[in-house]
């Protein structure tokens, strides 16, 4: 026992003086958690656009055309600035960006309202950026469909006058309140999420690095392979383990507490139990960058798993699409990814409210993964890395011989 905890103690020290000495791996555990929730945050700030700039092209030139347009200028969401003569004039407009967006009344709006047809109004938007796009949207659908209820009434009132007081403005409102994110900003939405990611690609590469590092320099390894006294894997695993859960505790604490404070995510979980939902995910990120740690030959290397997965690990996630939609081999991929379940569970404690006992399948299986890839993990570096690396120090103490 005393042996097993004087080589893990031997090989914690040797982990956090290769981490203190990489600058990549630091980039990638302190400033890449650092700076890029800060980056993310910054692009949908603010969460909401309001008064997007729109022109407006009225081939009707009718009160009721008129007055679709004053609807939708008192709406948050749009501004109109003016009226263009023609759909070319209204383009060139978008074309210099005094306008994003163009609606355009057809000719004979009114008379297909007062026939009891379908009248329609297009809506032209600029794809610049989606939020502008989405504030146009809104608006102009909100209106329309208050629009359509008042004619609704009028025509209700017009057949039985004594309707106006039992019936008046929408018959069936519907009211969408989004729990946990009442503003409805797409900030709020996404990051709580793409926090969970950071902090995984963070692991992933620098764990990985650390690897290739040994790979390349037999000498940054946590054991040396050629003495006669061999440490034990498992106390050096332990070791590296421990050097990364304490090298997270910081950012840890900045991403879950400090980040939402900042930008006014929803804040509505304990904390505390936030911090013990997130041990799991950090230890199978761990053990899956000692899983990657077997392919990965060089530092550089894990640029191109962190290319190829980034994208992959956002889709899986259930942010960008719905896990429900996810089927077959996708979906079994998704359930073998820390993030997958990470996401789930911390944005159901930090943005519903959600207990620790509430999202206990997301926590179980946290667990399970992170059994399973420190498990996996332990088979790589017995049968992969620690062979390359004893390899490639003999070759390097071979070749001192020769030199000297």
Request: net charge neutral.
């Amino acid at each position: 026992m005393k042996k097993f905890f004087r080589q893990y103690y031997h090989a914690l020290i040797q982990e956090f003086r290769l981490v203190k000495g990489d600058p990549g791996v630091l980039i990638f555990l302190i400033l890449l958690p650092l700076a890029y929730p800060l980056v993310y945050s910054l692009i949908y700030n603010p969460e909401l656009v309001r008064d997007v700039q729109l022109v407006v092209v009225d081939n009707d030139r009718t009160p009721m055309s008129r007055e679709l347009v004053r609807r939708i200028d008192a709406a948050q969401g749009a501004w109109v600035i003016g009226y263009a003569a023609n759909l070319g004039e209204a383009k060139r407009a978008m074309n210099e960006h005094d306008a994003y967006g163009i609606l355009e009344i057809p000719e004979g709006f009114e008379r297909r309202v007062g026939l009891n047809e379908q009248a329609q109004a297009v809506m032209y938007c600029e794809m610049s950026l989606l939020l502008r796009y989405r504030g146009l949207l809104v608006s102009a659908t909100d209106v329309m469909q208050d629009f359509g209820a008042t004619i609704t009434t009028r025509r209700i009132d017009h057949i039985a006058p004594l309707a106006e007081t039992i019936s008046s403005g929408d018959l069936m409102p519907v009211n969408n309140i989004q729990m946990g994110n009442i503003e409805g900003g797409f900030d709020s939405f996404v990051m709580p999420g793409i926090l969970m990611l950071i902090l995984q690609q963070s692991l992933l590469l620098a764990v990985s690095m650390c690897g290739g590092a040994k790979r390349q320099d037999p000498r940054k390894a946590s054991f040396t392979p050629l003495s006669a006294e061999r440490s034990s894997l498992i106390a050096t695993m332990g070791g590296q383990t421990t050097v990364y859960l304490i090298m997270m505790i910081v950012p840890v604490i900045y991403i879950v507490h400090y980040v939402p404070l900042i930008f006014r995510f929803p804040m509505a979980g304990d904390t505390l139990q936030e911090f013990l939902f997130i041990v799991p995910f950090v230890l199978s990120s761990v053990g899956l960058g000692f899983v990657l740690q077997g392919i990965v030959r060089e530092r550089e290397s894990i640029f191109v798993i962190w290319v190829v997965t980034s994208v992959v690990f956002l889709f899986l996630s259930g942010l960008t699409w719905p896990r429900y939609a996810i089927t077959g081999f996708w979906r079994v991929l998704a359930d073998a990814v820390p993030g997958t379940w990470g996401v789930e569970g911390f944005i159901r404690m930090n943005t519903n409210g959600a207990s620790l006992a509430q999202v206990s399948v997301e926590y179980r299986n946290l667990w399970i993964l992170a059994t399973i890839y420190l498990t996996a993990g332990y088979l790589v570096q017995r049968f992969v890395q620690r062979p390359d690396i004893e390899a490639a120090a003999r070759r390097l103490e071979n070749d001192s011989a020769t030199k000297s």
